[in-house]
């Protein structure tokens, strides 16, 4: 596994929680590292991306305002803040990584072709 997302967990609506990705098992360049969910009998939705050269950011209408991408200054671990947890949030979160900016990405998650196990993320009360 290169990337390795954690830190999900069963939150209340309105909760908060922090998912960290581990990339430092990835030994080849990237351009970015972005965040998606999946959700039963749902397609993959591009929440957030981090481009490397920049730092600049990009998310889903769904979260904006809501979620908040940051990096270390190793580039090896990718963070995401999430508050104002939603029950739509629920999902499974991973992180991935592509020779590709984040615009892809977020036009289609499906874009990027590395990626590792995910984290369980649940929003109920």
């Known amino acids: 596994v290169q990337l390795q997302a954690s830190g999900g967990g069963l939150v209340r609506p309105g909760g908060s929680l922090t998912l960290s990705c581990d990339a430092s098992g990835f030994t080849k360049d990237y351009d970015a590292i972005g965040w998606f969910r999946q959700a039963p009998g749902k397609e993959r939705e591009g929440v957030s991306c981090?481009?490397?050269?920049?730092?600049?950011?990009y998310y889903a209408d769904s979260v904006k305002g809501r979620f908040t991408i940051s990096r270390d200054s190793a580039k090896t671990t990718v963070t995401l803040h999430m508050n104002s947890l939603k029950p739509e949030d629920t999902a499974v979160y991973y992180c991935?990584?592509?020779?590709?900016?984040?615009?892809?990405?977020?036009?289609?998650?499906?874009?990027?072709?590395?990626w590792g196990q995910g984290t369980q993320v649940t929003v109920s009360s």
């Open positions: 991935a990584t592509d020779r590709l900016q984040c615009g892809w990405f977020m036009r289609d998650p499906y874009e990027y072709d590395h």
């Open positions: 981090l481009n490397n050269n920049d730092d600049s950011a």
